[in-house]
């Protein structure tokens, strides 16, 4: 294989389905929310399915 | 009778390490390479096929055997051809215009190999001409076409075709093989023989050379 | 069809039609009796050759495949059909770079359908050492190591990022959105331009089908089978929760069509029973099972021959499936699990192709008499039908099945 990776490189992702980077995760690059957290949390959840969703299609639809 | 043999051993298992160990030991004790392929690995792959028609083998036993077979005779078949051995017949082998689907036709490749015939492998959507040039180049015994699917088997057709065109269909045996290809299709094309496993695909490929075979389960061989 | 109601309006006609034939694959698929057999045809490159494309038009090209399929569904009388029975687009599969294609017009002749080409066992996307990372976190290896070997254009972790790189993301995940928005009024179109309606929804592979597919090869798989036996069953195990997800993502919200697995590798000759029994069905089962647990079936499109299974499959919930039948004998499969569940197909493309309409007719004929005789039964092609069907068949097929088939 060309391509020989250090696994141990390789940057760490949730291991729960629909997920890439966890919101909390996420959680601990953001200082500090003012405002309702539920909202940051699912507008990133919800963006972040479909990183996963993308890559899932590509190996089971593609 | 079962012969006993590390090499017999190492086919049955699987092992493919331990194939090449023991060829290159017997060899260094001075058996004849010959000898270890029509005593221990011809047997060794008659014996999967047979356990592969009774129901008794997969696709995956046939595959892991026929990786130990190669891995012996990349070491015995230099030393055969050097002897000018001759093998049971030579086969060009291909899977037709159109198609990309490969692991039927190397698993054939492979048990032809492992039953002592000469594989001339020209891979995957292979043209009629490809074929053609193979026979005048190759001089085979066989050509043997595959092809998966329903809208790409007339592909064999086209290629026999094309072969009585270019005056080299008598030439050979055609032999076709592949999930969708029938006795009746077979006879329809204009094709000598046909299997739709592996196993049978050996069997019909004797049959061309005249040789005996044990059963003509899931053969097709056109009688004159 | 019932008899046309007077004065009614095409787009009346239409829902009213969507309605009726709705209920009748639904109560097909519940394993009930309905007024008449459902035909349920999957019509792949048949749709572009129908409607005067090439293999290569339909690939490069969604909107004509679903123009095809809408053109179908319009001329002949059918219950269900799939939007683009072809589903690759190559839009798709360029943007990303995906290796693993061989595309009508490059790789294959121009009206030949796309294949799959797998790579030998050295060149495989996934390597022997590489199961613990799999095993460890599915997502991130397809993201951090597959993608990269099975795109000609993403670049592995830890090499420079590169423009065809950035592109390939960007261009991929548009392409994607795009095709399946497309799809979603594709759905709509079938149902307001002829009533017809959209017979799956959401797709499913076996963990181990998967593995052998797209990560190992089929020949990979075989030698993992014997040499290392756990790894693959851990794999299949990781793999499951993340394929059980893909599949619910896309399933039908009313519950009414089925999630289509796709089965290949399980059967026999594949791989033998006692992987089937150990590792194949074993982290399958659950899957099917959550499915159902959550109110939708599961169409089982068994490719190739699965009868030495029929057992395993018999353990399901009665209806929690629908049977596909393909290289199997239907009038086997039927005596053996057709009081559990409705089975489709079992017509042979080959017949079906090249086979003249009196012996189609009278195939079908048997199949209605003895597997479709108290309902239960969906009729379709044993594999998806290419540009070999012939048009002449196909019509004599849809005639005879309304014909013989009114209950």
């Known amino acids: 294989m060309e391509q020989n990776i250090n696994k141990n490189e390789l940057p760490q992702v949730a291991k729960l389905p629909g997920v890439c980077i966890p919101w909390e995760e996420k959680l601990r690059e953001i200082p500090e929310i003012s405002g309702d957290p539920q909202i940051a949390k699912k507008v990133w959840e919800d963006v972040d399915a479909l990183g996963y969703t993308y890559v899932w299609h590509c190996l089971v639809s593609f | 009778m079962t012969p006993s043999h590390p090499l017999y051993d190492a086919m049955i298992s699987g092992d493919a390490e331990a194939a090449r160990c023991v060829t290159v030991r017997t060899l260094a004790e001075g058996v004849a390479p010959l000898s270890l392929v029509n005593d221990y690995m011809i047997p060794a792959m008659e014996d999967a096929g047979k356990r592969f028609a009774a129901g008794e083998y997969f696709v995956p036993d046939l595959l892991i055997r026929a990786r130990a077979m190669k891995t012996a005779m990349a070491i015995l078949r230099p030393l055969l051809v050097a002897a000018q051995i001759k093998s049971a017949g030579r086969v060009v082998l291909g899977t037709v215009n159109g198609d990309v689907h490969d692991i039927g036709k190397n698993l054939v490749g492979a048990m032809l190999e492992g039953c002592g015939f000469e594989v001339v492998d020209l891979g995957v959507n292979v043209s009629p001409e490809k074929f053609i040039a193979a026979i005048n180049e190759r001089n085979p015994h066989i050509v043997g076409m595959s092809a998966l699917l329903t809208s790409t088997m007339y592909s064999m057709k086209t290629t026999i075709d094309a072969m009585v065109q270019a005056g080299v269909r008598d030439k050979v045996k055609v032999l076709i093989g592949g999930a969708p290809v029938t006795r009746q299709f077979a006879q329809e094309i204009g094709a000598d023989g046909s299997s739709n496993n592996a196993v049978g695909a050996v069997a019909v490929a004797k049959m061309a050379m005249g040789l005996q075979i044990e059963s003509t389960a899931g053969v097709y061989w056109r009688t004159a | ?407």
């Open chain 3, 1 to 407: 069809m019932t008899d046309p109601v007077q004065n009614e309006t095409v787009s009346d006609r239409n829902s009213r039609l969507y309605d009726e034939r709705l209920r009748r694959y639904v109560t097909a698929m519940r394993n009930g009796k309905p007024d008449r057999i459902p035909m349920r045809p999957f019509v792949a490159e048949f749709a572009a050759k129908y409607a005067g494309y090439t293999c290569q038009e339909v690939t490069h090209d969604y909107e004509k495949a679903f123009a095809a399929a809408r053109k179908c569904a319009a001329d002949f009388d059918w219950d269900a059909v799939v939007g683009n029975m072809v589903y690759v687009w190559t839009g798709l599969t360029q943007a990303i770079g995906l290796k693993y294609y061989g595309v009508p017009g490059i790789d294959v002749p121009p009206d030949t359908g796309f294949q799959y080409h797998e790579p030998s066992e050295e060149n495989a996307f996934m390597q022997p050492d590489d199961y613990d990372a799999l095993i460890a976190d599915p997502t991130a290896f397809l993201f951090n190591v597959w993608l990269p070997r099975v795109s000609s254009d993403v670049a592995p972790i830890g090499s420079p990022a590169t423009y065809r790189n950035n592109l390939s993301f960007l261009k991929g995940g548009m392409a994607m959105w795009n095709y399946f928005m497309g799809f979603g009024r594709q759905v709509d179109l079938l149902r307001t331009e002829s009533g017809t309606v959209h017979a799956i929804s959401g797709i499913l592979k076996a963990p181990m089908d998967i593995l052998a597919d797209k990560l190992r090869g089929y020949v990979g798989l075989c030698m993992d089978l014997h040499e290392r036996p756990e790894k693959v069953r851990k794999a299949c195990e990781a793999l499951a929760p993340h394929l059980l997800h893909v599949a619910l993502s896309g399933a039908d919200p009313q519950k009414n069509v089925p999630i289509t697995i796709w089965m290949h590798r399980g059967c026999v000759p594949f791989v033998s029973y006692k992987h089937f029994n150990e590792i194949y069905w074993p982290t399958l089962k659950p899957i099917v099972l959550e499915i159902w647990r959550r109110g939708h079936q599961t169409l089982f499109y068994a490719e190739g021959k699965w009868g030495a299974h029929l057992d395993a499959f018999a353990e399901l919930p009665d209806g929690s499936i629908i049977y596909h039948v393909d290289q199997d004998d239907v009038f086997e499969v039927h005596k053996k699990i057709g009081h559990k569940f409705a089975i489709s197909g079992g017509i042979p493309n080959v017949l079906l192709s090249f086979g003249k309409p009196k012996e189609i007719r009278e195939y079908c004929k048997k199949v209605i008499d003895s597997v479709a005789r108290d309902g239960g039964y969906i009729m379709d092609a044993s594999a998806i039908m290419q540009n070999d069907m012939s048009v002449e068949n196909m019509r004599a097929w849809t005639e005879f099945t309304h014909e013989y088939g009114v209950y």
